[in-house]
């Protein structure tokens, strides 16, 4: 879920599961459609590398999302964990669309579902399915919470599990890049930091150096479309083109012109139509760029993709 966002964050990751982002926007033609229109080919495989379908206001058409996210070129999504609870249901999304990875993870919002068995319980669901591709949402988000060693309790196991099945992480970051840094710095130099990335990224482009020193990938969500996001937006132009990556964070964030909505991943496509525009870039290279780095961070197989 969303990292350095200008909107409202809730208490806890799980309350969005019936409430997140209103209700369902009117079926639309894909943003892709519109380019091929003009072009008159298809572009290259997009990839969503963060959503949560798995949200309760997907229930009843999510048939028709995965049919416009087909139309779009959207050929693999990464499916974030908020919880343990949620891993039944994810897992049953990855039988049901084959093009689906997912992570298992806490979030630093929802803190107070960890036990004493939850690494236990993450590393079995991990395990036990090979479309596991990575630990998370995991981070730390200090922007309306203050509960900083709650958060880091919860976060050093799932970075130790990590490690531990040589995993990526997906790292939710809110108003806590010094916190994050601190801790990653100190797991690199002892040679314990996972590869990883930095969801719907939001930070300064000085944050952004720093974890890309550590290694980290750098992705884009809804938010590279706000029109007063200008650290992102330079941010965009600043990233390598090996490191980055583009995402919705469905269901919230929905780009510029859809903001506001419902967000689904369809709308992957216009994050980075302007992740291209802010690059000088056409969109078939920030496809052919983030669908490569997405697939080598998860190891995505070539069939997914």
């Not at 919880?83 to 689906?100: N, S, V, Y």
Request: aromatic residues 6%; hydrophobic residues 40%.
């Amino acid at each position: 879920m969303f990292a350095f966002s200008p909107q409202p964050s809730a208490p806890g990751a799980s309350a969005f599961l019936s409430s997140a982002t209103a209700g369902k926007p009117a079926p639309e033609q894909s943003a892709q459609s519109l380019s091929q229109q003009k072009s008159g080919q298809r572009l290259p495989p997009l990839i969503d590398s963060h959503c949560h379908i798995v949200f309760r206001n997907f229930d009843d058409d999510l048939d028709a999302v995965r049919d416009r996210w087909r139309e779009a070129g959207v050929t693999a999504l990464v499916h974030a964990c908020v919880e343990p609870a949620e891993i039944p249901a994810i897992r049953a999304l990855a039988d049901r669309f084959p093009e689906l990875r997912y992570a298992v993870g806490v979030h630093p919002s929802d803190t107070g579902h960890w036990q004493d068995d939850t690494s236990t319980v993450l590393r079995e669901a991990a395990l036990a399915d090979e479309r596991v591709v990575a630990i998370g949402e995991l981070g730390l988000d200090l922007f309306r919470q203050s509960n900083l060693d709650d958060q880091l309790q919860v976060l050093r196991p799932q970075l130790d599990l990590a490690v531990e099945l040589d995993l990526p992480v997906i790292i939710h970051c809110r108003d806590a890049a010094e916190p994050m840094l601190i801790e990653l710095r100190s797991r690199a130099a002892a040679g314990r930091c996972p590869a990883g990335v930095m969801h719907c990224w939001g930070g300064t482009p000085s944050e952004m150096e720093a974890f890309l020193e550590l290694g980290l990938f750098i992705s884009f969500s809804g938010t590279v479309t706000f029109p007063k996001a200008e650290d992102t937006h330079q941010c965009a132009r600043q990233v390598p083109a090996d490191r980055y990556l583009v995402e919705t964070d469905c269901p919230f964030l929905a780009p510029v012109p859809r903001r506001g909505k419902r967000n689904e991943p369809a709308f992957v496509v216009s994050v980075a139509e302007r992740v291209a525009g802010l690059r000088g870039e056409s969109l078939e290279q920030v496809a052919l760029a983030s669908t490569a780095n997405a697939q080598r961070l998860f190891r995505l197989p070539v069939d997914v993709v």
